[in-house]
Every structure is written in structure tokens, then in C-alpha cells.
């Protein structure tokens, strides 16, 4: 088991612990074990072998004894009989937000609430409100989350989904009968998260095609099998839907289920203003009677919009927001492509919560080929993250410039921090400290139930701070798990403009903050982003892509993304706010 693995196991003894009510001071001790174990430089198969592992500070001989077991077994009784003694329904709570283990601990206790059924009865009946420490407020915000839950419950992530799709469709172009195969739907435009996945193939032999589908490792459950339609649902509850059409009729339905259904809306008005009708099963006049005899040939979806007289639409600007408009006119600006970043910043090493040392993640970037990297580990006020205060800060500075000056990597590393926007609106660290750093990207960790003039004078007075070069994930939004906070993005966007602070796109697949909703007409009135992993391990680095994606929704071009930028060209835009990167 890897260091990785049991740090998590750690973590969950904790968690389990404390939902039983166990002393505080032997949760912590998990707790700490846990940080201890996911930032320890040194190997862990060198400390076992040499049986060294007790002399790491922090670690008793019952911990070590733990994790020993579990590097050589990869299983702990201790652990699985603490799993059997919560019920599982309890476990659960968690996942609504807000809800940590101490109250659900009073919740279980006082109600006698075991699941999350239970639970949203007592909140109908107006029981929770009366506990201490609760009140109307809480029971209104856990209500609220039970119900976010149920519909988080349809939908998957569009990174997750992907790791369904792509083999699924590999395979279906390995098979002979298939003549040409796509994602299709919501998948396919690149939306944040999907409720399922469309296949569309071209064949004239179905049959093998459709056993294949419904026969693949992890389906559960088949829901629907006919001559050339299926439906599957697997393990993790993705469903799956595959059609199989003849080969004229491909590049139609690959448009008509690609969607969206504004999208579709929008060009059947136009074909019908043509004097023509558009479906999943060809364009054909209006006057025809079968698209079967009569529908014009399309060997490529860009034949579609050329029969319309449109420019190609690509797939992830199909949402009804003003692509038709630009597709009869002057076209699309050149999207962004993953290729074009040339580097990122806001990352986490394991000076704070990060899993990988400083030189760890560089060596990742350096492998990717990227010019540089940025470091922005924490600030103090976000102390569950191990955040540094000011001397640690300054020590990872100059360890930073002792990396640059020694040639060891050929990635610069630039220094920056993810510094905490306290609820007045001041940052967690002292002006002086962070204009010693390169950059600065200011987020709200905290305080997220102000109201929206609350939250949004404090951003703004962030951005308005000279030390700030980036505004971190915007909202807060965890997708599928917890909700934005109220903030007035338009204020903000303008304040980032007034103040030359870059937004970024956060790029984590559970944020894609700031919304590509957003993007176009911030990019229009000349916002810059930065798209940033918010990397936590070197494997984070490949969570641009998704950020990429997510900016293409929103019609940006490489010019305006910071990094896509060279290395002198964007220590040239730092040096705006930091003269010493000028020199």
C-alpha cells in the first residue's frame, strides 16, 4: 500500500472516530499522523526496512505499528472493525455540506438521526432547529444541502465521466463492423459535468457492435438493448447510450445528439428559413416527403453548417449562446488549445497541504516540458492546511532561489503564495512580505455565508490591495458537492480590470472557477486568466486540460491566458507589481 493510500486510511479513522465520540486527543493523533505521512520527504520503504519510522516526530509506536501493517498488508483490523461499528448511514451525512462529524455526532445523539432519510425528516419537522449550536438558519442550509445532494447524485463530473468514455469509445473503433465513431451529447461539448454519455456509430452490421456495448466490463445493469439502440448503467452509475445509424446519416445524428437543445432549436430555424428541415436524420427540403429519397449529402459535420451557410461551429460552443450569430458571420476567434500553456501557477507543495516536495513538482513541469511553474502554497490563516506563516515563508522563498540559481532544473520556478482573503477584506500576510514574492494569488477560504454586498466588497478590497496578481477560484463552488457563494461577479470583474488582477480559471475538475459562463464578455472588456491546476501532486498538472476546455466554452484565445505567455513575457507582465522581476 502506497504512502498516499494509508495517509487517507489515517484520515478515515479519524473521521470515524471522531463520529463515535472518541477522545480529541486521539482523533488528532490520526489526524497529524496522516499530514505527517503525506508530507514526509524521506521514503517510507527505507524508513520500514530500516525500522526507522518511530524516529519521524509525531509518530508513537501504535501509529507506526498501523502503518506498518498496512505497507505490508494493505488491510488493519483496527480499522475495518472501526468501519463495521458506524452504521453506514451515519458515514454518509458527510457528504452534505456543511455537515461535519461533531454535528452529526449531536444529531445522532439527540434525534436519534441514523441516515440521511431520517435526517431531512427532522429538518420538515422543524427538530433540528431547536438544538443548540444549530438553529433555523442550519436547518434551512442542511435541508437545502440534502436536496443539492439528490440532484449531485445525477450528474458526474466531466473528468470522471472521461475515464468511462474514452475506452468505451477505443473500443468501439476497434471493432471491424464500425465505420466511424463519436462521443456525442453533453460529453462531447465539454460541459463540467454530464448526467450521461452518447455514442453514435456508423455501421451496417449492428449487431456485434450492440453485444460488444452491452457486454463490457463494469456494466451493471442493462437497461435497454434493441437492433441498433442500447442503454447500460455502470458500476459508478453513469449511464451510457449507444445508436447505431447507416453511414449518410452519421454526421446528422453525431449533430443532433451532440445538442444542445438550444443549439438544435436555433438551427432547425435556420434550415426551415431556408426552406429546408434539419433532424438526427438528415436536411432535406421542406417539401419532401422522407429524408430517406431525399436529403442532401453531408460528409463531415462542417458540410452540415456549410449547407446553411455557416462557418464550423466546434462542439463545446453548441450551447444557444449567439454561435449561430458568429457562425453567419465573422466566424470564431482561434480557441485555445492544451498545447499553448506553457506553464502554471497556483500549486501546492508539501510545505502546506500539498503531497509533493518543491522539487518533486518541478521535476513534473520540467518533464512536461513547461518553462515554469508556480508556487503557492497556503497562507496561515488556513491553518487545516498547514498554511506558512512568515518565516516558513521566507525560507521556501530562498529555496526557491537557490533552485533557480543552480541550474538543477531547466522550469524557472516562480514564488508566489495563495493568501487568504480574510472576511474584512485584508489579506492573512503583511504587504512587504508578499511583494518579495513574484506573485500573489488572493482567495476566500472562509466566512462563505456573508451576503452578497458583504462578500463582494471584500474581494473587491482584496483586489484592490497592490500585492494581489490573482483572484483564486471566485466563487468557492465545489461542483456536485457544495454550492457557490453569493458574490457579484460583474463588480468584481470590473474591479480585476481596474486593478490589472488576473482571475484565474482554476482548472481542479471540481471547480472550473471562474464559470465559462463568465468568460467571453470578461475577455471582450480585456480580462487576462491564468488557467491553474491548483495542483496538489505532480499528477494534478493534467487538470488543465480540463481548465482548457472549460476556457474554450467560453470563446477564449491563447491571448488572453497569462500563461500561455513565455517566461520573459510573463515576468515582463509581473514586474508591473513586482520591479524586481524587471532586473
Same mark, same amino acid.
Given at each position: 500500500m502506497t504512502k498516499r493510500e494509508i495517509a487517507d486510511i489515517l484520515n478515515e479513522i479519524a473521521m470515524l472516530l471522531e463520529l463515535k465520540g472518541e477522545n480529541p486527543f486521539k482523533i488528532r493523533a490520526y489526524s497529524n499522523g496522516a499530514r505527517t505521512l503525506e508530507t514526509l520527504e524521506e521514503s517510507l520503504d527505507d524508513l520500514i526496512r530500516e525500522g526507522t519510522l518511530g524516529d519521524v516526530q509525531g509518530f508513537g509506536k501504535a501509529?507506526?505499528?498501523?502503518?506498518?501493517?498496512?505497507?505490508?498488508?494493505?488491510?488493519?483490523?483496527?480499522?475495518?472493525?472501526?468501519?463495521?461499528?458506524?452504521?453506514?448511514?451515519?458515514?454518509?451525512?458527510?457528504e452534505i455540506p456543511g455537515l461535519g462529524a461533531k454535528k452529526i455526532k449531536i444529531?445522532?445523539?439527540?434525534?436519534?438521526?441514523?441516515?440521511?432519510?431520517?435526517?431531512?425528516?427532522?429538518?420538515?419537522?422543524?427538530?433540528?432547529?431547536?438544538?443548540?449550536?444549530?438553529?433555523?438558519?442550519?436547518?434551512?442550509?442542511?435541508?437545502?444541502?440534502?436536496?443539492?445532494?439528490?440532484?449531485?447524485?445525477?450528474?458526474?463530473?466531466?473528468?470522471?465521466?472521461?475515464?468511462v468514455a474514452e475506452p468505451i469509445l477505443e473500443g468501439l473503433l476497434a471493432l471491424p463492423e464500425v465505420e466511424k465513431a463519436s462521443h456525442a451529447g453533453s460529453f462531447r461539448r465539454k460541459r463540467e459535468h454530464v448526467g450521461d454519455?452518447?455514442?453514435?456509430?456508423?455501421?451496417?452490421?449492428?449487431?456485434?457492435?450492440?453485444?460488444?456495448?452491452?457486454?463490457?466490463?463494469q456494466v451493471r445493469e442493462v437497461t435497454a438493448k434493441g437492433e441498433t439502440k442500447a442503454s447500460v448503467r455502470f458500476e459508478s452509475g453513469l449511464q451510457a447510450d449507444l445508436r447505431v445509424v447507416p453511414l449518410k446519416q452519421?454526421?446528422?445524428?453525431?449533430?443532433?445528439?451532440?445538442?444542445?437543445?438550444?443549439?438544435?432549436?436555433?438551427?432547425?430555424?435556420?434550415?426551415?428559413?431556408?426552406?429546408?428541415?434539419?433532424?438526427?436524420w438528415g436536411l432535406k427540403p421542406v417539401e419532401a416527403e422522407s429524408f430517406e429519397e431525399s436529403s442532401l449529402d453531408a460528409k463531415s459535420e462542417a458540410d452540415i453548417f456549410n449547407l446553411l451557410d455557416l462557418k464550423f461551429v466546434p462542439p463545446e460552443l453548441r450551447e444557444g449562446r449567439g454561435e449561430i450569430e458568429a457562425a453567419g458571420s465573422d466566424g470564431f476567434p482561434e480557441l485555445i488549445e492544451p498545447s499553448a500553456i506553457k506553464g502554471v501557477f497556483h500549486n501546492h507543495t508539501t510545505a502546506s497541504d500539498g503531497r509533493s516536495s518543491l522539487e518533486e513538482m518541478t521535476a513534473s513541469a520540467q518533464a512536461l516540458r513547461w518553462e515554469y511553474w508556480g508556487v503557492a502554497d497556503h497562507s496561515k490563516a488556513s491553518f487545516q492546511a498547514n498554511g506558512l506563516d512568515e518565516d516558513r515563508l521566507l525560507q521556501q522563498l530562498e529555496r526557491i532561489r537557490e533552485l533557480n540559481a543552480s541550474g538543477e532544473f531547466t522550469t524557472y520556478i516562480f514564488s508566489g503564495n495563495e493568501c487568504d482573503i480574510l472576511p474584512d477584506g485584508s489579506l492573512d500576510l503583511d504587504e512587504e512580505l508578499l511583494m518579495k514574492l513574484d506573485y500573489v494569488v488572493s482567495s476566500v477560504h472562509s466566512s462563505f455565508s456573508q451576503s452578497e454586498s458583504e462578500m463582494t466588497r471584500r474581494i473587491v478590497k482584496a483586489i484592490e490591495n497592490p500585492a494581489t496578481t490573482m483572484l483564486g477560484h471566485l466563487t468557492g463552488r465545489l461542483l456536485l458537492r457544495r454550492e457557490a457563494y453569493q458574490v457579484d461577479t460583474q463588480k468584481v470583474v470590473?474591479?480585476?480590470?481596474?486593478?490589472?488582477?488576473?482571475?484565474?480559471?482554476? $482548472?481542479?475538475?471540481?471547480?472550473?472557477?471562474?464559470?465559462?459562463?463568465?468568460?467571453?464578455? =470578461? +475577455?471582450? /472588456? *480585456?480580462? @487576462? &486568466?491564468?488557467?491553474?491546476?491548483? $495542483?496538489?501532486?505532480?499528477?494534478?498538472?493534467?487538470?488543465?486540460?480540463?481548465?482548457?476546455? =472549460? +476556457?474554450? /466554452? *467560453?470563446? @477564449? &484565445?491563447?491571448?488572453?491566458?497569462?500563461?500561455?505567455?513565455?517566461?520573459q513575457e510573463v515576468k515582463a507582465i509581473l514586474s508591473r507589481k513586482r520591479p524586481h522581476l524587471a532586473d
Open positions: 501509529l507506526v505499528d498501523k502503518i506498518e501493517t498496512l505497507y505490508q498488508t494493505g488491510t488493519l483490523e483496527f480499522y475495518e472493525n472501526l468501519k463495521d461499528s458506524v452504521e453506514p448511514g451515519i458515514v454518509s451525512m458527510l444529531l445522532h445523539e439527540t434525534l436519534g438521526v441514523s441516515s440521511i432519510e431520517e435526517l431531512q425528516k427532522a429538518c420538515e419537522e422543524e427538530k433540528v432547529a431547536g438544538l443548540k449550536g444549530f438553529g433555523k438558519k442550519s436547518q434551512d442550509k442542511i435541508a437545502e444541502g440534502i436536496k443539492n445532494r439528490e440532484a449531485y447524485g445525477k450528474r458526474h463530473l466531466w473528468w470522471r465521466a472521461r475515464e454519455l452518447d455514442f453514435i456509430v456508423a455501421s451496417s452490421r449492428p449487431e456485434r457492435i450492440m453485444e460488444w456495448f452491452v457486454a463490457q466490463d452519421f454526421n446528422f445524428a453525431l449533430h443532433h445528439f451532440t445538442g444542445s437543445k438550444d443549439h438544435n432549436v436555433l438551427m432547425r430555424q435556420r434550415a426551415l428559413s431556408r426552406g429546408l428541415s434539419l433532424s438526427e470590473d474591479a480585476a480590470l481596474a486593478n490589472d488582477v488576473v482571475i484565474e480559471l482554476n $482548472a481542479n475538475p471540481y471547480r472550473l472557477d471562474m464559470d465559462w459562463r463568465l468568460w467571453r464578455n =470578461a +475577455a471582450e /472588456k *480585456g480580462l @487576462l &486568466t491564468s488557467i491553474n491546476p491548483d $495542483a496538489h501532486a505532480p499528477e494534478h498538472f493534467e487538470f488543465v486540460e480540463a481548465g482548457v476546455y =472549460a +476556457a474554450r /466554452k *467560453g470563446w @477564449l &484565445t491563447a491571448e488572453s491566458v497569462i500563461n500561455t505567455r513565455s517566461l
